[in-house]
């Protein structure tokens, strides 16, 4: 079982920045492919940015050049900072981690609260 805990959200105004953390307890962290996804009121959970175990990284197309995520193997830590943030990127984000060995292993944190207003 692996424990996934999120910091760093809160309130921003538009054009603004924020980093989100996750810190996960796991000894083989550098194993999974970690991600951040994001659920909106009334819409469903959606993918933000994966990074893989070789720091291939994916993000969704709105996010592309304002959103960059990162790994720290060492700290056992994924962060994704968000630039240039817009109203539009209000959401709760949570982090996953996931590693396919000949079953699918998926973990997800609590979420931490993004609002991004004026």
């Known amino acids: 079982q692996v424990q996934l805990v999120e910091s760093g959200g809160g309130l921003v105004q538009p054009g603004g920045s924020l980093r989100l953390s996750c810190l996960a307890s796991?000894?083989?962290?550098?194993?999974?492919?970690m991600g951040w996804y994001r659920q909106a009121p009334g819409k469903q959970r959606e993918l933000v940015a994966t990074?893989?175990?070789?720091?291939?990284?994916n993000y969704q197309d709105s996010v592309k050049g304002r959103f960059t995520i990162a790994r720290d193997n060492a700290k056992n830590t994924v962060f994704l900072q968000m630039n240039s943030l817009e109203p539009e990127d209000t959401a709760v984000y949570y982090c996953?981690?996931?590693?396919?060995?000949?079953?699918?292993?998926?973990?997800w944190g609590q979420g931490t609260q993004v609002t991004v207003s004026s």
């Open positions: 796991t000894n083989i962290f550098s194993a999974y492919t």
């Open positions: 996953n981690a996931r590693k396919q060995v000949i079953r699918l292993y998926d973990y």
């Open positions: 990074i893989r175990t070789d720091q291939s990284t």
